[in-house]
């Protein structure tokens, strides 16, 4: 949720920069001073910095965040063990009372099992970044399909807060945005997977990131003007 949140303010201060500028002179030259470039420079500069800057300013939001834990509390140990899930055999439990064994196995054919505090950062941080790239493509797409900006900037702030809104679901896109529940693979058990998914959601992401810029980048058909014949 918080993710989510903070794509929708990272949208809201910066989805401008990607607003329509894909014809004239003029507009290229106010922003970033590109004259004379090509249009698939322009998209992409736009695209590197707005996803420049949507990485650090989430990276310096984490690092005020972990600066005042470390100041209140301390970090603690990056080597304690966080619950997560894999696959496993059926069990019979030791103990005896009638659902014991059921409720061993309640995430069959998923055990939980722990990994260090560091691996999962580490997941975290590639799912970020990965969720990152993937809201600056759509950003640039949308900007290049709806050329009203205030439109533009309305629709790529509020599309993250229907994820705090829409129900958990295997069929609800915002489910697989759930970092928590990818990297412990509880959605593995959702989806009645038995290998771990991190890879092929990150890998999702990115794929869908990539589309979306080939997207951008294509040039859409114009209507050709009807003009007088040449004159023989």
Not at 106 to 119: A, C, N, Q
Not at 158 to 167: E, F, K, Q, S, T
Not at 171 to 178: E, H, I, V
Not at 184 to 197: D, E, I, M, S
């Amino acid at each position: 949720g918080g993710l989510l949140i903070s794509l929708a303010i990272i949208n809201l201060f910066l989805g401008d920069i990607l607003a329509s500028e894909w014809d004239g002179v003029a507009d290229h030259t106010r922003w970033l001073r590109l004259q004379n470039e090509t249009r698939s420079k322009l998209i992409l500069t736009k695209l590197a910095v707005h996803f420049g800057l949507s990485c650090l300013l989430l990276a310096l939001a984490l690092g005020l965040f972990l600066l005042y834990a470390w100041l209140r509390t301390g970090l603690g140990d990056l080597r304690y063990p966080v619950q997560t899930w894999a696959l496993g055999k059926k069990v019979v439990s030791p103990y005896f009372w009638m659902t014991a064994t059921a409720e061993a196995n309640y995430f069959h054919p998923l055990h939980i099992v722990f990994i260090p505090l560091f691996r999962y950062l580490g997941q975290l941080s590639v799912f970020w970044v990965s969720l990152l790239f993937l809201n600056s493509t759509v950003t640039l797409m949308v900007n290049r399909i709806l050329h009203i900006r205030l439109l533009a900037l309305l629709t790529m702030v509020i599309v993250p807060l229907l994820g705090l809104i829409l129900p958990a679901s295997i069929y609800n896109p915002f489910t697989y945005l759930k970092g928590d529940w990818t990297i412990t693979n509880y959605l593995g058990y959702l989806l009645n997977q038995r290998a771990p998914v991190f890879l092929w959601v990150v890998g999702l992401i990115i794929g869908a990131s990539l589309l979306s810029t080939l997207l951008t980048l294509i040039r859409l058909p114009k209507n050709k003007i009807q003009g007088t014949p040449p004159v023989a």
